[in-house]
């Protein structure tokens, strides 16, 4: 069923079991947390329009709480798009104009390096202006795959609230979304959820480090030789034992050298780097970062979306706690006064996506000269077409120490060749390489299953698979925004407790149903690849790809939400043999590496749609691509990343 069909049976349901979402809410906090769905009294707008899709016109949809109601306020609004409100960020219903059409991921090919998104182009509003799709014009920023938006090109574009960035005329409203506050007492600093039956399994994965003089890997958080108050913090983090990449990146990053390192989903990449970053300060005498107007960190974190940044802050909060290290974050969605109030007050390490950090930089509240770590997470997407540019922007800005003289340090689960080979501009030439098991491969832990699911039955199946996992927390996958909104409502109407997160949500409404889901309150979240990467929730016992991704990393990444440290997980994934046939050969060699079961027709598939120079399943050659330095094999996991590359510039998403 293509997106059409998705909107015309919503507008005019055929099916004889449809309730409409705001009479169902009930039984549901809805798509989109307290909008359409807590307004019983709803049904009586219901009954008194001449159609189903007035109905939509006229409900709380077009209210501008509603569900994907990107429409309030936005300037240059397409007649259309504000008549029909609600649903998919102001993408009206039965819109069929190409530039509505596009959506996070509705290309199935993937960009030069995996990306969807385009270089920079014209000035935008950055991650400054609210987060709203449509017609917007005159805003550059990106909401694409999983991502933050970015600021246009050049220094004078990274726009400010006061020079028109989030407040300009042509930038929509200003968002005035400031985030609560974390919790602050110890117990909720340090709440954590128990490493899995498969903790010590991690043991036996094989680790690759390339590159010369390595130190030696630690095995006990004592070997690290951290300060008292760093020891106390990790225990309370209820961290007993290293994982691999724990073992071989505090030593590396504690001897000064830059790294690249490649873990699997879930196995504790963050506290790698951010001890021995904390380590280092302790052992240097930090002083505490008072008031000033332009405050000089130490370190700076940069993550792909705003939800990750957040949760890498927190982990930072932790670790920090009880010492004079303050942790700052910022991202795009927020009140960018909220960012520099945050900043001002003092700041050490700061935690920011993309364009937030650099909007930051341009209102000069964040000098550079101070860094000596700059980390890049998830850095292969903030390595790709995306992000790169804006990444090197960074490193060029004045007042940035050059590689040589700060610590550069990246981390992902997934690293293609052709990133690897861009990280190097990052890195000293002397930096390490650290492999964990399989260069992309994905997560032993989570049994992944292939389903072969037509377009037209995918529904059917969900809600199937969904009657039967209970209350079990269920991260559904879709390709767009907009069947985002559409597959949430559906589960809703099927008396599915679901929400929803994507980038044509409001920063606040992003919070909320993350906020729902980990707490329970909502066990099912419709995500698109905005939360695919990073995210750690506790509990995420299945992930459903009813859509898959259109690179295999992409997959890697999304089935990692389960079966994290340990703790097992499912994955299933729905095949449509019309549009995922390119990801067949990738699969066979990712479950088999994985030791899953890899189905007969999949593998009739990947035959059939053989390409020459993949190389096909290698169980067993477990580096078949690591250290790009070596000159090895092309072979990765990522497949056709790039030899299929198409033009970035029709596959991303713009709004
Ligand atoms: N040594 C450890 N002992 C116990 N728990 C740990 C340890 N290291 C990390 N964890 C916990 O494991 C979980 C996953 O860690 P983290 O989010 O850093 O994984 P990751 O490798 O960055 O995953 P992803 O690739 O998905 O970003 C977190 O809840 C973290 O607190």
């Keep these: 069923m293509g997106d059409e069909d998705w909107e015309a049976e919503i507008i005019n349901p055929h099916v004889s079991s449809y309730v409409p979402v705001f009479e169902k809410d009930r039984y549901s906090s809805g798509a989109n947390g307290d909008t359409f769905n807590r307004t019983p009294s709803s049904s009586s707008e219901m009954d008194d329009g001449p159609s189903r899709r007035d109905h939509f016109m006229r409900s709380g949809f077009a209210s501008g709480r509603s569900l994907g109601n990107r429409d309030a306020g936005e300037p240059n609004k397409r007649e259309n798009t504000s008549t029909m409100g609600g649903f998919g960020g102001g993408k009206g219903f039965g819109n069929r104009d190409n530039e509505f059409d596009q959506d996070e991921g509705m290309q199935r090919t993937s960009g030069l390096f995996g990306s969807r998104r385009p270089a920079l182009r014209g000035t935008g509003s950055g991650d400054t202006s609210q987060s709203r799709s449509g017609s917007g014009s005159g805003r550059g920023g990106y909401k694409g795959l999983n991502e933050e938006v970015i600021t246009g090109s050049g220094k004078n574009s990274w726009k400010s609230e006061a020079e028109g960035g989030e407040s300009g005329d042509i930038q929509g409203p200003k968002v005035t979304y400031i985030p609560p506050p974390p919790p602050e007492d110890e117990d909720s600093i340090f709440a954590h959820y128990q490493t899995g039956i498969n903790f010590d399994k991690y043991d036996t994965i094989l680790v690759e480090i390339s590159g010369h003089d390595a130190p030696p890997a630690i095995l006990t958080f004592e070997e690290a030789n951290l300060c008292q108050t760093l020891n106390n913090n990790i225990a309370k983090a209820g961290y007993t034992k290293l994982t691999p990449v724990q073992k071989y990146s505090i030593p590396i990053i504690l001897a000064g050298r830059d790294l690249m390192a490649c873990a699997q989903t879930g196995s504790g990449k963050t506290a790698a780097f951010l001890l021995p970053i904390l ?3 302790m052992r240097d005498g930090i002083t505490a970062s008072r008031f000033k107007e332009l405050q000089e960190p130490e370190c700076i974190i940069v993550a792909p979306t705003r939800e990750l940044i957040n949760q890498i802050y927190l982990e930072a909060r932790k670790f920090s706690f009880g010492t004079c290290v303050r942790a700052v974050v910022i991202y795009g969605g927020t009140q960018l006064g909220h960012s520099i109030r945050q900043i001002v007050q003092g700041c050490n390490i700061l935690c920011a996506t993309p364009g937030r950090l650099m909007d930051i930089i ?8 101070q860094i000596k770590y700059l980390v890049l997470d998830e850095a292969d997407r903030m390595l790709d077409m995306g992000f790169g540019p804006e990444m090197k922007k960074l490193i060029s800005c004045p007042g940035m120490p050059s590689k040589e003289e700060r610590q550069t340090l990246m981390f ?5 060749e052709e990133i690897q080979r861009l990280a190097g501009e990052f890195l000293k030439s002397n930096y390490l390489f650290v492999a964990v098991g399989q260069v992309g491969g994905a997560c032993r832990d989570v049994q992944q299953t292939i389903f072969q699911v037509g377009q037209y039955s995918k529904r059917e199946k969900l809600v199937e698979i969904l009657r039967n996992t209970g209350d079990e927390r269920t991260m559904v996958f879709v390709e767009t925004k907009k069947k985002a909104d559409f597959i949430a409502t559906f589960l809703c109407q099927e ?6 997160i994507h980038g044509d949500r409001e ?10 889901f980990r707490c329970g309150k909502c066990p099912v ?7 695919a990467r990073g995210l750690d929730i506790e509990n995420v016992q299945h992930v459903i790809n ?3 991704p259109s690179t295999i990393d992409e997959y890697v990444h999304r089935i990692g939400r389960t079966g994290r440290c340990g703790n097992t997980g499912r994955a299933i994934s729905f095949f449509d043999p019309d549009s995922d046939n390119h990801l067949a050969q990738p699969l066979v060699k990712i479950l088999s590496d994985a030791q899953q079961d890899v189905p007969g027709w999949l593998e009739e598939i990947a035959f059939s749609t053989y390409v020459p120079g993949f190389g096909g399943s290698t169980r067993g050659n477990v580096f078949a691509s690591v250290d790009t330095r ?3 094999s092309t072979l990765n996991t990522t497949g056709f990343s790039s030899s299929q590359a198409s033009n970035p510039v029709d596959d991303e998403s713009w709004d």
């Design 507 to 516: 920063q606040r409404e992003r919070e909320q149903a993350l906020g729902d």
């Design 630 to 632: 070596k000159g090895k």
């Design 525 to 531: 979240l419709v995500a698109t690849s905005v939360a």
């Design 495 to 500: 008396k599915i407790s679901t929400t929803s």
């Design 279 to 281: 380590a280092h300060m």
């Design 412 to 416: 992902s689960a997934t690293f293609p």
């Design 546 to 548: 009813f859509d898959l």
């Design 362 to 369: 341009g209102k000069e509240k964040i000098g550079l000269r």
